[in-house]
């Protein structure tokens, strides 16, 4: 599965923002390096923002984003099921790394994994 990210920043000032992505028990990043060379046939409807950093840690996403407008952006990374059961679906955040006072988070949820 590709899991995208929408962030609309808060004002067209610009922001230096870092996006956490906690995954669900059951889930793992798949070859991050997909992504970074561009090599994803049937993806193009992808418009995917650049990093200045992205981490693919074993639980969880992080990017650090330069963004100069108020203009949404994606991201994106792979992540595949691995062991089935019903999990908790942790919130992701974006925070200005400058003004902490500027965070948001999405909605919580639950995943459940067939076998």
Request: aromatic residues 8%; glycine residues 6%.
């Amino acid at each position: 599965m590709v899991a995208v990210l929408e962030i609309t920043p808060f004002e067209a000032v610009g922001a230096r923002l870092i996006i956490d992505d906690p995954l669900p028990a059951g889930f793992e990043i798949d070859n991050p390096n997909l992504l970074r060379s561009g090599q994803l046939r049937g993806l193009d409807w992808l418009q995917i923002k650049d990093a200045e950093n992205a981490e693919f840690r074993s639980d969880r996403f992080i990017a650090a984003v330069n963004q100069r407008s108020a203009k949404p952006f994606q991201l994106a990374y792979i992540v595949r099921a691995v062991t089935p059961g019903t999990y908790h679906h942790p919130a992701a955040t974006v925070e200005d790394m400058y003004r902490a006072e500027y965070r948001a988070n999405t909605d919580t949820g639950r995943v459940t994994v067939l076998p």
